[in-house]
């Protein structure tokens, strides 16, 4: 605040004449610049030494003195937010930018990538939208489940190359034999982000804290209490077996934060400034697995930026690009993958639409060039012909003669090559005869108020990070969208055969069971993938150790900057 007032004065100067030389009395110079003459001709001095302007006194109380500019107000402020960002003051470069946050596109270009700052290796990323808040539970964007994931640690965590949960905040666990019962062992060196050490009851009150959410008391259904038996063990007591549970507790939306700091966790990073335009993570020095080698992140989110081609992250959120405009001819792909999550059809069945005509409409967008025409970057998507690799969408002969009927509703939400999903099916429905009503549900999920029971299709996208299978199993149990699809004893039967299936001790024979209850959704001509997304990370030869995720962003524990040259 303080460089931002030094700005504002200067221009209260510099205003009157434009620039121009002034002859002018210290007393009207103490009225434009709403202070005392003492005041102002500190602020004088302070100018004259930093070389923006010249001031030549005369002796003699109301005579007018000489002052002449050196600099613009507007070179000045460039000035003043290059060397902020010099000095890593990232709250002054924004305050700075409020005046003029066209001049910010100019400055931020050789901050952008890796940089050394004041011994500090620091990766800016930016990036074309705000983040939402890190709220408990259920996260919709993928940049946020990303980010929750960095700040937050759970009992668990799942295996970068296994997928499978492995120790965290607990080392280890144990499993009764009826499996009603498991231990978790907490390590006993954690601290929290403030440099508190944790104490295992503040865990428990975390875990009852998340169990009152309505979503994750769904998730945990099977969960009876929690206790600390011991000083370093959390007891899960369930009324049924849940051999998923290390799987529940490994997932973001069951990391723990502090129980009275909401923002505090124990993860690699600690949370140093989330504003709209700015989210800034430092290392945490008392991180409990392998310390990160970076020490600061920062997402730069200025929108209008991206209009003016700062950087390609604009283009689509699962294309990621770290660097330089300057650099952007240069940069190599670094790594890329399709990903499991999808963008996925599901159909309710009724006196409106058959089983026949559901399956007809789904042969019209696998069997036709529909998905192959799609209007959207190119190497953004690919169709889909599984729902994950081995569970492949069904082949139905061709029912031409199969009547729609004349009027069907669609609901879809985000992301937006829906929009163009969407008026594509509407367009192919309409030469056959079938009027589709479009209804656009501006959010990435089914959270809050939706118009699920007035559509007889609905679009959405199914993000899938570690552990495919689990997470697909969460979606059938947690996502409210199948209470729509299905009647209501075909959802009582299907959350009957999730609590069968999560009993299974032996992992392969959960997976093909829920295999299975995916096929029959496909059979039944209930669900159907549309498309996968291309994930692309690019970045400058200095910036290292980046791979991509399940989530189509990179580990910030893996990522490092070599040390400048000397």
Known sequence: MRLLNRLKQYQRLWQPSAGEPQSVTVGELAERCFCSERHVRTL?????DAGWLVWKAQSGRGKRGQLRF??????????????????????????????????????????????????????????????????????????????AGQIFSGLTRFDGGTQRPCGDLAHHWDISADGLRWDFYIRSTLYWHNGDAVNTRQLHQRLRMLLELPVLNKLFISVKHIEVTHPQCLTFILHRPDFWLAHRLASYSSHLAHPELPLTGTGPFRLTL?????????????????????????YWITPQLFAQNLGTS?????QITIGKPEEFATLSQVSSSISLGFCYLTLRKSPRLNPRQARRLINIIHRSSLLQTLDVDENLITPSNALLPGWTIPQWDEEDEVVLPKTLTLAYHL????????????????????????????????????????????????????????TLEQWLRCDQLWAHVLDAPAFAHLQATLDALQIQADEEQRHAALQQVFTQLMNDATLTPLFNYHYRISAPPGVNGVRLNPRGWFEFTEAWLPPPSP
């Open 314 to 318: 604009c283009r689509h959120p699962v």
């Open 44 to 48: 004088l001095r302070q100018a004259q």
């Open 70 to 147: 050196l600099v613009t107000p507007d070179s000045l402020r460039n000035t003043m937010m290059e060397q902020a960002l010099e000095k890593g003051e990232q709250q002054s470069v924004l305050e700075l930018a409020q005046l003029a946050p066209g001049e910010l596109r100019t400055l931020l270009q050789p901050f952008m990538g890796g940089q050394w700052q004041n011994d500090t290796p620091t990766l800016r990323i930016p990036y074309y939208r705000q983040l939402d808040s890190l709220h408990p539970g259920f996260l919709p964007g993928r940049a946020e489940q990303h980010l």
């Open 415 to 470: 992301p937006v090559e829906l929009h163009t999903m969407a008026e594509q099916l509407r367009l192919a429905l309409a030469s056959l005869g079938c009027e589709l009503t479009l209804i656009f549900h501006n959010a990435k999920n089914w959270d809050g108020e939706h118009p699920l029971a007035q559509a007889d299709l609905m679009m959405g996208d199914r993000l899938i990070g570690e552990a495919p299978e689990y």
């Open 274 to 298: 989330f504003t709209p335009e700015l989210v800034r993570l430092e290392s945490h020095d008392h991180y409990h697995l392998s310390h990160p080698l970076l020490k600061a992140i920062e």
